[in-house]
């Protein structure tokens, strides 16, 4: 079976641009979160959703939106591109909305680099 | 507030050495999940263990073991004979159960085994 792919695998963007990551999930998985990873630090959350609906949201601007689709595939969005925006993106998926007993499946990642 | 600390940020051994990561969590939930996350250099979170608040037994699986001490908050990783495969950033995480899915990282522990 196919794990979370998350798509680019990196991308370089100019400020004030926009930008859209994809990310499937694994078969039958009906939940999708994201993080956000600056380089040296841990992961910070950014957005969960379940059965295409918003489930929570981190302490992120509203630069930052999400959706997920009919087939569980999920969009991260962010507006208005900052500098510190550049980070590492990860996709994590589960078959519900709470931390499953063989934890959170996350993706490879898409590297953003905002200049 | 939830919050993980992870306090050593960089941990250096000769393979076969013992090494202990420590990790230390704060919440006021009483039923919570404990995980820890290995990410080598391609980036991807790698899920290794995951406790629930009311299962304070140790765990040991092959070279890694685990040791919950709720009284401490704390959630420490243990790996016995360590290798140079071992090297990594490891996660220590935290998920609450009234926030669903979110998951609350540490800063990590960059493990570094030299031959």
């Known amino acids: 079976d196919a794990g979370v792919t998350q798509s680019p695998t990196h991308l370089i963007k100019t400020r004030g641009q926009h930008v859209t990551l994809r990310c499937s999930p694994i078969?039958?998985?009906?939940?999708v979160s994201w993080y956000q990873q600056v380089l040296g630090q841990g992961p910070q959350f950014i957005f969960q959703?379940?059965?295409?609906?918003?489930?929570g949201r981190g302490n992120f601007p509203d630069r930052f939106s999400a959706r997920q689709f009919p087939n569980y595939s999920s969009e991260l969005n962010v507006n208005a591109l900052l500098l510190g925006d550049s980070a590492l993106y990860l996709c994590?998926?589960?078959?519900?909305?709470?931390?499953?007993?063989?934890?959170?499946?996350f993706g490879s990642g898409t590297r953003l680099t905002v200049v | 507030a939830q919050k993980v600390t992870q306090a050593q940020t960089e941990i250096s051994v000769v393979e076969k050495e013992d090494v202990t990561l420590d990790c230390v969590y704060e919440?006021?939930?009483?039923?919570?999940?404990l995980f820890w996350y290995k990410q080598p250099p391609s980036g991807e979170l790698v899920f290794l263990i995951r406790?629930?608040?009311?299962?304070?037994q140790n765990e040991i699986s092959g070279r890694y073991s685990w040791n919950f001490q709720k009284s401490t908050s704390s959630f420490n990783f243990t790996i016995t004979a360590s290798q140079v495969v071992d090297s990594a950033v490891y996660f220590c995480a935290l998920s609450d159960y009234n926030q669903g899915g979110k998951l609350i990282f540490g800063q990590g522990t960059e493990l570094s085994v030299k031959p």
């Open positions: 959703y379940y059965e295409k609906e918003e489930r």
């Open positions: 078969s039958g998985h009906k939940s």
């Open positions: 919440t006021r939930d009483t039923t919570y999940y």
């Open positions: 994590a998926s589960s078959p519900g909305r709470f931390p499953p007993s063989g934890g959170y499946t």
């Open positions: 406790r629930n608040s009311f299962d304070e």
